[in-house]
């Protein structure tokens, strides 16, 4: 027996290098040489059915397929095969079941999937109207519930194609809520706002008492800084489906976010705001949440401490750019590092932070209670949130007192508003004396900085020259968030591009790639007399290196307001590029003057809109520093307190310990 099986493995491995080879009758030769051996051999009949069918044999490889099936009844590859023989025979009635036993049998089979709608979509082109069209319209969408499968699968799998397969889908059954919700979720998540609330729209039409398609309606008009509209949109989310906890809490989220966002909102009102958020919080905590006992850490003032960040943007993300530094640098015989980690889909990111150290824990399906649950028994002295408001924050668990000291750093530029965070962590600069009316929350002034950058990657690009010096004009750039172009930063974009008539402003962003957001820009420079040939738009760029080499184009970088950049300014001074920026009122329209601060510019950080005007026009008509500084930068910063990850280590912990020794003092 093992003989004959080494002998038809051998014909069967020639037959397949002959065929690869396009020698199909060797090939053919080979197979039935191995069924003379074993008749019943499953891949001989699989691969003899091939070479038929490519030789329109259909019969004869709907034979071979069928009898190799005998054999080997779970093999989804042959039941696909089989479907894909009777699809071109036309048999569409016999075609989808073998293509449907090919799904069963491997759920991440994408060409059953594929196939099926194609066998479908043929089937309903050639029954045309015959009927009045119902059954060419039955079998459309019989085609678009195969690609809203697939669609599904390739998202899961996080492959290419997902939009253009939802799109084909949509298109072939556009009466399909399902569909066409989908669609508008899929959009969104590609940057495309102004599409997807149109698709979403739709779905709303087709089925007014869906949720989740209020939810992303509303996601996608905070994109376009719609707030009135996303607002309406979430509170609709949560009327229909009151126990829908994602719409409560990003509604919250995105309407404090807002008033960061809003050029309109007064400090004072985005303070009252997050209050109002954290009094709300703590009566509903409060009204459902056990007494907690006592903390049993012991109160020794220099013991080694446990620290616990708390994050659902350790991943690639820009909070890890910050964080990474202060985690490679912590000392062991000082803080056990634990990250606890709110994440869905971890990515490399998140791989480098985890090989960096501390114990780890995955937090995503965790309840409130559940987490901390988890703070106490890792009895962590010190519980630091890293996300405040943003996406995927634990606030929530927060706001039931869960570790001895807890504290709010780097994620988010405003209070939490709870009073069981005791607090915040920042510099004089970002918050100078007084800022503290602004804050429930104690400040804790780091002396150097409360920010380390860490630019990483070996695809980082070297600084390039000033394109000023062979573009014979001056090119202002602009990175950041479309949310944080504010009318005010608009309105004074304009004056400055009027004021160097032959420059021109480069905008970059994932967003910036949807039409709808590129019209609202070009109209709202226009109400300012610049036309449209004078902005660019990018979007999305695949690798850090792509990214980052934008800036080659960008001589000078404006600071939105009043929500300053600060990954966006850290990575373009790393290119060589300043940026000029306005001094605001807030901790987030500050972090412009604390970077430039740090790196010795203070002198490009303007007290008001005109000075803001007239530091970058100046700027731009001064070439010699504009050369000076792009040539200089890179290494100034490299040897500043911003990215030096050691030093900012031991000033945080120093940070730390007298936050722990507060507490113990406090006994």
Known sequence: MNDARSRIDSLIAQ????????????????????????????RALALLGTLAGMAGQFAMAIDLFTRALQRDAANADLYHNLGETYRQLGDTGKALPAFNRAIELRPDHFEAYRSAADAAIAAAA????????????????????????????????????VETTFREAAALDPQSHEIIRTLGAILQERSLPTEAIDALRRAIALKPTDAQAHNDLANAYFNLQRWEEMEAAFRTAIALDPTFKIARHALVSTRLMSSLYSDKATPEESFERHCAWGRQMAAEVDAIAAPMPAFTNSREPDRKLRVAYLSGDFRNHSVGSFFRPLLAHHDPDEIDVFCYSEIDKPDA???????????????????DEALRAQLRADMIDIAIDLAGHTARNRLRALAVKAAPVTATWLGYPATTGLSTIDWRITDAIADPPGAERFYTEKL???????????????????????????????????????????????RAWAAILAGVPAARLLLKAPTLIDPGLQRHFREAFGQHGIGADRIEFRGFAATTSSHLGTYAEVDIALDPFPYNGTTTSCEAMWMGVPIVTLIGDRHAGRIGLDLLTRMGLPDLAAPDSEAYV??????????????????????????????GGASFARSFESALREMWRQWCAAA
């Open 15 to 42: 037959g397949v290098a002959a065929q690869n080879a396009r020698r199909y009758g060797e090939a053919e030769r080979s197979y039935r040489s191995a069924l003379q051996i074993d008749p019943s051999d499953p």
């Open 126 to 161: 050639k029954a045309g109207n015959t009927d009045g069209g119902v059954h060419a319209r039955e079998l459309r969408r019989i085609a678009a519930q195969y690609l809203l499968k697939l669609g599904r699968r390739q998202y899961a799998k996080s492959l290419g194609g």
């Open 349 to 367: 990111g998140t791989a480098a932070l985890q090989r960096l150290g501390g114990v780890w824990r995955d937090t995503f399906a965790w309840d």
């Open 444 to 490: 804790m002034r780091l002396p150097h900085g409360f920010l380390c950058y860490e630019a990483l990657g070996v695809d980082v690009p070297d600084v390039a020259p000033s394109p000023a010096e062979s573009a014979g004009r001056v090119t202002f750039g602009s990175f950041n968030n479309p949310q944080k172009l504010s009318m005010s930063t608009i």
């Open 614 to 643: 007239a530091t970058a026009a100046a700027l731009a008509q001064d070439l010699p520093r504009l050369r000076q500084i792009r040539s200089s930068l890179r290494a100034r910063m490299r040897a500043s307190a911003l990215c």
